[in-house]
């Protein structure tokens, strides 16, 4: 069930970014409402991450304590990537039809810049979650949230339309 709707959640969030384009070209409220919009519905994805893993990730009463206020802050770094993300997404949909060489690579660097981000912040807290969880836990919890990345990924990947020649 959460996971369902995590993927709505998720799929929304990048017909949202995607269909953006539009209100780009209004710019002042109608962009800030946009905005708004994508942080409501990034906090439910959030939330139903949290939940997604607290349901199978099984942690005893004593781990718990230790880790969620690691997940926290592993969270909330993550979030700061994504918001990086988002902006190369609402870049592109604001440059989609006028898109030029140079600006097309620019963002090819960004993006792939932002997935070494979350790499780097992966490999952060690798130890930090060490710490708190045993070995078998802790790559359960990074499996898991590899995952629900690739989920995260596919799913705007299928929205956002390739560069057009």
């Known amino acids: 069930m959460f996971i369902k709707r995590f993927l709505v959640t998720a799929a929304t969030v990048a017909i949202v970014l995607t269909a953006g384009q539009v209100l780009f070209a209004q710019k002042g409220s109608a962009e800030a409402e946009y905005d708004k919009y994508v942080s409501l519905l990034r906090k439910d994805l959030r939330s139903d991450k949290k939940q997604f893993l607290a349901l199978n990730l099984p942690l005893t009463e004593a781990e718990a304590v230790k ?3 690691v997940y926290e802050r592993y969270a909330g770094e993550l979030a700061k990537v994504y918001d990086a993300r988002i902006q190369i997404v609402k870049d592109y949909a604001a440059n989609y039809d006028t898109l030029t060489n140079a600006s097309a690579a620019s963002l090819n ?3 792939i810049g932002n997935e070494a981000a979350v790499t780097t912040l992966r490999q952060k807290y690798v130890p930090l979650v060490g710490k708190v969880l045993p070995g078998k836990k802790a790559a359960l919890f990074f ?7 690739l989920l995260i990924d596919l799913q705007l990947a299928s929205e956002i339309p390739l560069v057009i020649q």
């Open 67 to 69: 880790f969620w206020p």
């Open 109 to 111: 660097q960004r993006a």
């Open 143 to 149: 499996q898991i949230e590899k995952r629900l990345g």
